[in-house]
DNA sequence: AATGAATGAGAATTCATTCAT
DNA sequence: CATGAATGAATTCTCATTCAT
């Protein structure tokens, strides 16, 4: 019945990917329309086809990179670890994706801006700092069990605070390279883990 | 010397401070030349006379800024307590700072994507991360002599993970509220102090 | 002959007439192909099938609003009455058909545009003067006839200046709908008549 | 104080009437702000300073097209007459100076479409409507005074449908320049007269 | 020095029209 | 025949920057 067989879905997709790369690279007030349809090898007037405006284009390709993130997540974790050695792998696994998705860090911040301007998809980014968080509180909490933790901590909090940490530690590392990322996350695991106190309080 | 420069210099400081807080309120792209000058209580020409072109003026702003930034944590350490005392009521004094210039941080954001694009004063932003692990650094190691910081770790790569946690902790806290920035500091103060693992690995 | 052909033309008719009341509604330009087409209950592309393009739609429009209201200029006239009669009841008729037609009064001025702009078929709306300055005239001529109206009135002109009237009150009463329609109708009929009619009415 | 002298409001009414002139030859749509400002020997920009849009300008054009009018208008009367002579020798000048307008009715009749949409300053040709009315219908109450005209009319009414009739005149002569204005006033004024007066001219 | 009028490059967006299916 | 996806010409409007006063 339909005169002409395309799949809008992919489309839309293909037209949010190809903006995303530009804006991450060239910023988003840097990227005329123009750019992205070429980008996409399609006319200019297609995109107003699949994208109301250039606002929902960045909603668009913002939606492409947090499934990416998510994606990334759930592969990090090694369930066949201790709680401890998971948590740490997944740790290093994550600076590592985060040490070579640089080029989208850029992109990343413009929808940060957009988020603090009031315009943006808020809940998108809450649930996967939540989903985050959450999975390292799962890790920590199983890490009791396991008396590999200790019990007295209230383990959300924690979670939430060590989630914070790798987001500054890749803030960090994009201003000031050094030292690397690797050398900063030793030394947070190992601060964090072990504490840095002498001795433990009683 | 002359008083004309003395004049010239605070009206810059002026001009740049008003549009500081425009930015950090609108954005760079949505704040106009004109909005500056009106804010400012002059002309719009006036504006060319002290700024050769607007991402001067985000330049000016920005140093404005930092200079307020690194007021705060100079003011932010207490010499009369231990080490790790210092370090704690600094780190809180922080927390406090920062959660008062939520408003202040879209501009931030703002100026981080110019130094991504590789524009903006790097250097700036980067003297400061280092003179803030420095001073972490300093009482860590002060820490050492006072026995009450282990002496086997890398004060310099521990300060700058933790300097790092500091901007990750006020970035999450942007985006969600809960927990608190207190709770996920004091979370964090304590793992950080004591270690979550429950024995220290010999 | 062929039922396809008076399909086609009735599909026609049925996308014009949806156009006409759009155009009459929004205007023109504010009205696009896709508007039509769904107001006709098709596709796009459809509407290019029945007119080459957007300005043939609005002679088609323009063309059935004509005959519409030809038909009403021939319903107007009751030929049981005397001549005068018949003149003053058409004119009243048209007044009330006038006042129930404000809506498409807007295409109305729109068609004068094009046909202002030298494009538009001008001979259609002529035509449309010419019968019903005729079928004035005719009135007037058979009113010589009966004695009813003087007979040293170029019938031809005044007819003319009758016409213009009726448009110039409907013209003047979008504007200004004070006084009435019928109100002005009486006053000029009763200044109209007087002056051609042979005797003045006690 | 000023660094540069300009009278903005002689620019405004500059810009607005070559706006008025080339939207009376070709229509609104059809002129672009650079059409505007490139007869207005200024640039697009400039436009801008002076008009918040597109709408305003045609605004502006029409508050310029209407006070030319009534000051025709006010021109028109001759105080050294009786009242119908008065009358009459205004009714034929208004004629001549619409004959010579033709060029503007085109923006006239678009202004109408505006007015027609619920946009545009209804108010002010409400007014001109208005004061033409009154000086009609003072005219024909001086008449009623000198007994040269009936005195058993509602002068208000017949000065409005008087009025009227003018304009559907111009607007008839438009589409269908036979018979001539001057035919058409003639026999209209003979029919007229005739009917308002209390007694016949012989 | 201070000003704000003038400018035009540049960008987003719309929509009539085409044409492959 | 019918369709609607694709297109790009065209248009409005913004705003950083210049410069005469």
Redesign the pocket.
């Known amino acids: 019945?339909?005169?002409?067989?395309?799949d809008?879905e992919m489309?839309r997709m293909e037209i949010a990917g190809a903006a995303g790369v530009l804006f991450g690279k060239y910023g988003f007030?840097?990227?005329?329309?123009?750019?992205v349809?070429e980008a996409a090898?399609?006319?200019?007037?297609?995109?107003?086809?699949?994208f109301?405006?250039?606002?929902e284009?960045i909603h668009g390709a913002f939606e492409i990179m947090l499934s990416h993130m998510g994606t990334e997540i759930e592969k990090s974790v090694d369930l066949t670890l201790t709680p401890l050695e998971a948590l740490k792998s997944s740790t290093y696994a994550m600076v590592d994706v985060l040490e070579h998705v640089g080029e989208q860090y850029g992109f990343f911040l413009e929808y940060m801006l957009l988020l603090n301007r009031g315009k943006g998809n808020l809940a998108l980014l809450q649930n996967m700092f939540q989903e985050y968080r959450s999975m390292i509180a799962g890790l920590l909490e199983a890490g009791i069990d396991a008396h590999q933790v200790r019990s007295d901590i209230d383990t959300a909090s924690v979670a939430a605070a060590f989630a914070a940490w790798l987001d500054g530690a890749i803030f960090h590392w994009m201003i000031l390279p050094t030292p690397g990322m690797k050398t900063m996350a030793t030394a947070f695991w190992d601060a964090f883990v072990q504490g840095v106190a002498l001795k433990r309080e009683e």
Chains 1, 2, 3, 4 share one sequence.
Do not use: H, S
Not at 29 to 35: L, N
Not at 41 to 50: L, R, S
Not at 52 to 55: A, F, G, S
């Open positions: 019945m339909a005169p002409k067989i395309v809008r489309r007030d840097k990227v005329t329309i123009d750019d349809a090898g399609i006319g200019k007037g297609t995109v107003y086809e699949y109301k405006n250039k606002e284009l």
